[in-house]
T-cell receptor, first 113, second 111 residues
Framework: AQSVTQLDSQVPVFEEAPVELRCNYSSSVSVYLFWYVQYPNQGLQLLLK??????LVESINGFEAEFNKSQTSFHLRKPSVHISDTAEYFCAVSDPSYQKVTFGTGTKLQVIP | NAGVTQTPKFQVLKTGQSMTLQCAQD?????MYWYRQDPGMGLRLIYYSASEGTTDKGEVPNGYNVSRLNKREFSLRLESAAPSQTSVYFCASSPVYNEQFFGPGTRLTVL
């Protein structure tokens, strides 16, 4: 069985400050890892994904995440946040042999002007 | 290319009423999913369909039924709605690697 833990339910941060949203997973096999973003009253959108290869993956809007197999983590970082980054962020894990994805409980990022 | 569409966007039901939530995708994906989202609980899988003609239970299937009508459409039915089914429902579809594409959601309130 696989699981995802997002320890922080809410993260307030000032505009232009750096942020890290934490994600830890457990799985008995190799995994695919994802971060999704949900803006208010919308569905989830894929932010970035790790399938294989380089452990550092980046999104088009400045977020990055690093796959750390020894610590079973996939933390999301951004060096300087903007008001428009205010949203809820979900970490997710899947076993490549299955057609199911397990989501974390989400972290609400609140960017303060 | 509309992606994943869901109808209706909002619905209010009385306890015991039935309804069907509709979902369609135009991306030729094999897999489709129904989730519910409740505060503090993330997304929980209700049912999924790995391919046309197959459906399987997810984490919270009780009180729901699904139909994979064809490759494009995957509907979710509540036969006798209960207040505990008040939630936001999301449909998603997936090509390879389990990357999921989500619809805009249906906000359901059961009184």
């Amino acid at each position: 069985a696989q699981s995802v833990t997002q320890l922080d339910s809410q993260v307030p941060v000032f505009e232009e400050a750096p942020v890290e949203l934490r994600c830890n997973y457990s799985s008995s096999v190799s995994v695919y890892l994802f971060w999704y973003v949900q803006y208010p009253n919308q569905g989830l959108q894929l932010l970035l994904k790790y399938l294989s290869g380089s452990t550092l993956v980046e999104s088009i809007n400045g977020f990055e995440a690093e796959f750390n197999k020894s610590q079973t983590s996939f933390h999301l970082r951004k060096p300087s946040v903007h008001i428009s980054d205010t949203a809820e962020y979900f970490c997710a894990v899947s076993d490549p042999s299955y057609q199911k994805v397990t989501f974390g409980t989400g972290t609400k990022l609140q960017v303060i002007p | 290319n509309a992606g994943v569409t869901q109808t209706p966007k909002f619905q209010v039901l009385k306890t015991g009423q039935s309804m069907t939530l509709q979902c369609a995708q135009d991306m030729n994906h094999n897999s489709m999913y129904w989730y519910r989202q409740d505060p503090g609980m993330g997304l929980r899988l209700i049912y999924y369909s790995a391919s046309e003609g197959t459906t399987d239970k997810g984490e919270v299937p009780n009180g729901y039924n699904v139909s994979r009508l064809n490759k494009r459409e995957f509907s979710l039915r509540l036969e006798s709605a209960a207040p505990s089914q008040t939630s936001v429902y999301f449909c998603a579809s997936s090509p390879v690697y389990n990357e999921q594409f989500f619809g805009p959601g249906t906000r359901l309130t059961v009184l």
